[in-house]
Nanobody
Framework: QVQFVESGGGLVQPGGSLRLSCAAS????????MGWYRQAPGKERELIAS????????NYAGSVKGRFTISRDNAKNTMDLQMSSLKSEDTAVYYC??????????WGQGTQVTVSS
């Protein structure tokens, strides 16, 4: 079955950096656009970054553009999100999944990112 395992979250001070990782399995990873999503307390889950199958196309939400970088390794079925200049409003649970979403793909546990001094 489709599985996503996110890791790399933690507590970081404003202005700091974190690198999130996603391990995907159960489907042909290289055949799907992929994305990082996040869900802040009391808010809906939102797509913040996406990457094409061959990594040539990336897109970012305005709130993270210029600060976050998405990448993928199709040989390893993994995807990363390098986050820098973190702000308190980046505090959320971060998830990886196909982008756009696939109705049959379940969600992983996510990884908590907390930006606080």
């Amino acid at each position: 079955q489709v599985q996503f395992v996110e890791s790399g979250g933690g507590l970081v001070q404003p202005g700091g950096s974190l690198r999130l990782s996603c391990a995907a399995s159960g489907f042909t990873f290289s055949g799907y656009f992929m994305g990082w999503y996040r869900q802040a307390p009391g808010k809906e889950r939102e797509l913040i970054a996406s990457i094409s199958t061959g990594s040539r196309i990336t897109n970012y939400a305005g709130s993270v553009k210029g600060r976050f970088t998405i990448s993928r390794d199709n040989a390893k079925n993994t995807m990363d999100l390098q986050m820098s200049s973190l702000k308190s409003e980046d505090t959320a649970v971060y998830y990886c999944n196909a982008a756009p979403g696939v109705s049959t793909f379940s969600w992983g546990q996510g990884t908590q990112v907390t930006v606080s001094s």
